[in-house]
């Protein structure tokens, strides 16, 4: 804001000077409003526009019609976040599309240092760490040895980034988690800037970039293409918000943890219904949560569907910010959230919610999700049982000549190679004792839980009083312990618990994100032989946030998240087929047996440990440090100046075909027709079954790339690493082995039906031949659609395979965002319409009328159906492009061409 043109600003003092803010006060003055009582996630809203009310993108009519929430007009919010947070995963392709967008611009005869970001920019490198050494003293060694070995390709386009762009930094590996470092450092909550005080808000290239909204700070996970736009200048475009209110009381009883309360919270809100809807949390029952317990809930924001849940600042959180070495924030913070009424006391009035549900603390129990879904939320008692059904069930039957076919090419989900030397048992004859249900990773990873030392320390305890009774792991199980801080390291070996850890296998592997995200490592040889000779179905309990068939392993059938204790628990029992609350996990030296209730921490146990164990001074010495890296980050070569040097010879990075020869001008909008199904999907279609993760098989398409590029079976990494070649991505794109198209029935993994000439071919290989033909392509699919992690290339490799729309029964929200800014249309069926209603096969021809004269949010178009037979039927569906902004993107064919196209010189 230049000026004042709505009187709503005033002065505050800061630590140096005096800065400006916008009042909400003056704004509910101006308008008449009652900002008091809106939600603290409409407040932060509502100061983002009015602070660039007047400017290009706010009119003075959008504030008055948020202030007046929930019963003001319909207006647009153009959000502007206060910095953008990435991944390496998500990050790379982001600079690469920021590198590519530089060489366009240049090309055209413009200025290509036009394209940096607007906003401060953090990339933490994290998610390409993976466990191929575990169990010993040196596991943390070599993982970051094999990891440097693996991306030095990569890593070295990210170190030209943090010198090409201002504004741009990059956490070296093996410092942290990208969120767990944002809640431990990076947010602010209140932040000074330019002579302006104004909330901390974010958005991040990863889905559970709501962690930070334990801490009270609102930011929520985007696709890359949205975080690109950002950076480059781009609000985004909300609709009116709707926010439920979670009134909280009560405590969690004894024996219960913060795990337990997420898993119970993400069952409830998935059942009730939140997918776009932003949560908040009010009540006194707040005051027994931490701050780590409150973004161990916000974390899962993905999981139940929220786009935020955001945690008001109260004392836990000024208490939270000095304790992590930001107490030279906390007088701002405390000044200016109270003056803003963003400040959470227990007596304060509750505010007025969209809708209120109840969550009693005290009805929580000890539980785990699974096997499949992250809300699947099943007691201990029930564990058995749900797996039980499972093995009993179709998707019990595992897909052996695939299993086989992954271990002959010495390949895993998590795609190893080039291969580590491979890990062997030390007890070879315990493969003999894997069967359907065993435990084969128990893994204590992912920021969810590793950032809340109550649980850490908890784990901690169990596993030295096994270890005092006698017990061991059970040698089957692969152990890991994969914390998103190393001041988690720092607090475990204070309070004397590491060697406890270490005697029960759960050694240190690495600060990355691992088993949660597929980066479990290969299996023993012993085990992955006898998982795969027996048919096994066997499970993985890991303390993340995501279990989705197919993600933590290709040879694990079932997979359970669960607290760090419970994943102890299990590996010392070391099967699902058991009811911790009455079986025992072992027996001791005299042979009695020793039960989970025997050597479960007490909570005032956990209490004192964490007093004594947790110190400022631990996030002060790592935090003092985080942008530093090892000798391997320091020393790695890297390109220099303000232009990328793209190389034709390279398979990890390459220009992407976004931006070449684009026109001044997009072309005119048209109907598609005669277009083909490139595949027919169930629900909860997920972005891990249509975006590349994990291994590169050696006889898929993206592996014949590969090889005709020279590169050998063993350096073929994963999906993940290769994220900046679009050649290789496009290739994997719908390239899940549990994919189910019912085009091909009873076929798992990326086939279809090539219906012109009734051949099966590779996804990849049929939309080709259709690309070549002209013929345009959809894709059909139900409920959930893009559901998962915020992967943009679920959008981008679908725009790349011809597909030109989704029709689907509903979307997840940040995938049909995604879409939108790729130019792919998303469609929507009208209640009651489906593929199976509507008798869709495949094999129809497909022509979609009322794209041609121009497109409005929410419009209505007809979709005409030909069968192979020639008869004919329509259905309307719902154009679910949500706002008008995104109309623009998508009569540009994607946001970034339209950012590209004001970048040009005219």
């Excluded at 088993?515 to 066997?538: F, H, M, Q, R």
């Excluded at 021809?845 to 178009?861: A, D, K, L, R, S």
Aim: aromatic fraction near 6%; glycine fraction near 8%; include cysteine.
């Amino acid at each position: 804001m230049t000026s004042d043109p709505l009187g709503i600003v005033a002065t505050m003092a800061t630590a140096s000077t005096k800065a400006q803010f916008v009042s909400l006060t003056k704004v509910a003055d101006k308008f008449g409003a009652d900002v008091a009582r809106l939600p603290c996630t409409v407040k932060i809203l509502l100061e983002n526009i009015a602070r660039r009310a007047g400017g290009r993108d706010v009119s003075l009519a959008d504030v008055e019609a948020l202030a007046q929430w929930p019963h003001g007009a319909e207006a647009s919010i153009a959000f502007m976040p206060a910095r953008v947070l990435m991944q390496d995963f998500t990050g790379v392709p982001a600079v690469v599309d920021l590198a590519a967008m530089r060489s366009a611009v240049a090309r055209a005869g413009g200025d290509p240092l036009k394209v940096n970001p607007f906003v401060p920019v953090d990339l933490v490198i994290d998610h390409s760490v993976q466990v191929d050494r575990f169990g010993s003293a040196d596991a943390y060694a070599t993982n970051l040895e094999w990891e440097y070995r693996r991306n030095r390709e990569r890593y070295g386009l990210l170190n030209w980034a943090q010198q090409a762009f201002d504004g741009f930094r990059v956490v070296p590996p093996g410092m942290g988690i990208c969120h767990q470092v944002n809640l431990e450092h990076l947010g602010r909550v209140v932040i000074e800037r330019d002579g302006w005080v104004f909330p901390d808000t974010l958005v991040g290239t990863d889905s559970h970039t709501p962690m930070i909204n334990g801490l009270g700070v609102l930011g929520w996970g985007v696709g890359g293409i949205e975080a690109e736009a950002a950076m480059l200048g781009q609000p985004m475009f909300l609709p009116k918000p709707v926010v439920l209110g979670v009134r909280t009381h009560g405590t969690l009883p004894p024996g219960t943890t913060a795990t337990d309360l997420v898993l119970t919270l993400a069952q409830i809100l998935r059942a009730h219904g939140v997918v776009g809807k932003f949560v908040e949390f009010f009540g006194s029952g707040l005051s027994s949560l931490s701050i780590a317990d409150r973004a161990t809930l916000a974390n899962m924001s993905p999981e139940f569907g929220a786009t935020a849940t955001l945690f008001p600042v109260d004392s836990n959180t000024l208490a939270y910010l000095r304790l992590t070495g930001r107490g030279d924030c906390v007088d701002l913070v405390e000044r200016y959230t109270r003056e803003q009424g963003l400040f959470r006391t227990d007596d304060a009035v509750e505010p007025n919610f969209s809708e209120v549900l109840d969550l009693d603390l005290s009805k929580v129990e000890p539980s785990v999700a699974g096997p499949k879904r992250p809300q699947d939320r099943v007691a201990l008692a029930s564990v058995r049982q749900s797996f039980q059904s499972l093995l009993d069930g179709a998707a019990g039957e595992v897909n052996s000549n695939e299993i086989a076919r992954l271990n002959a090419e010495g390949c895993t989900e998590a795609g190893e190679s080039p291969r580590a030397a491979p890990e062997q048992l030390q007890r070879p004859d315990a493969a003999a004792s894997v069967t359907d249900g065993s435990v084969v990773i128990a893994a204590i990873t992912s920021c969810t839980n590793t950032s809340n030392p109550s649980v850490m320390i908890a784990a901690g305890l169990l596993a030295r009083k096994a270890v005092e009774a006698g017990l061991q792991c059970r040698p089957w199980v692969k152990t890991s312990l994969a914390p998103g801080s190393r001041v988690v390291t720092q607090y475990l070996d204070k309070a004397g618990l590491t060697p406890y850890l270490e005697k029960l296998g759960f050694n240190l592997v690495g600060y990355g994100c691992t088993t949660c995200i597929g980066n479990s490592g290969p299996l023993p040889e012993e085990i992955a032989e006898a998982v795969s000779s027996k048919k096994l179905a066997v499970a993985a309990v890991l303390s993340g946030n995501r279990n989705f068939e197919g993600r933590i392993h290709s040879q694990v059938k079932a997979s359970y998240l669960a607290s760090p204790p419970l994943c102890v628990a299990y590996a010392l029992v070391g099967t699902v087929l058991c009811d911790l609350s009455v079986d025992p996990l072992g027996t001791d030296q005299r042979g009695n047996p020793v039960y989970l209730k025997d050597i479960w921490p007490t909570a005032a146990e956990i209490e004192a440990q964490v007093a004594a164990a947790v110190s400022s001074e631990q996030f002060d010495l790592e935090y003092g440090r985080i942008f530093e890296g090892d000798e391997k980050w320091k020393s790695m070569p890297a390109p220099a100046g303000a232009l990328f040097d793209w190389t034709d010879d390279s398979t990890y990075v390459r220009e992407p075909p976004f931006f070449m020869d684009i026109a001044d001008t997009p072309p005119p909008l048209a109907d598609i027709q005669q277009a083909r199904a490139l595949a027919v999907l169930g629900d909860s279609i997920t972005t891990d079954h249509i975006s590349p993760a994990g291994t590169i098989a050696v006889d898929s398409t993206a592996g014949e790339y590969l090889v005709a590029h020279n590169i050998p079976a063993e350096e073929f990494n994963s999906f993940g690493s290769r994220r900046g070649n679009h050649e290789v991505m496009i290739r994997g794109t719908f390239g899940n082995i549990r994919l189910r198209n019912s085009m091909v029935p009873g076929v798992e993994g990326p086939w279809t039906i090539h219906v012109p000439s009734g051949e099966q071919l590779t996804i990849y290989d049929a939309a080709m031949r259709y690309i070549q033909a002209g013929t345009p392509l959809v894709v059909i699919a139900g409920q959930e659609y893009g559901s998962g992690s915020s992967r943009d290339w679920a959008a981008k490799g679908a725009a790349l395979l011809g597909i030109k729309a989704i029709i689907a029964e509903s979307y997840e929200r940040i995938h049909r965002s995604n879409l939108v800014c790729m130019g792919v249309l998303p469609l929507q069926f009208k209640d009651g319409d489906s593929a199976q209603s509507l008798h869709l096969s495949g094999d129809e021809t497909f022509t979609i009328t009322g794209i041609g004269n121009g497109i409005e949010p929410h419009q209505t178009v007809k979709v005409s159906v030909t069968r192979p037979d020639a008869s004919q039927t329509t259905f309307d569906t719902l154009v679910r492009i949500d706002a008008p902004a995104e109309v623009d993107y998508f009569v540009n064919g994607g946001i970034l061409q339209m950012v590209l196209r004001q970048l040009l010189p005219t």
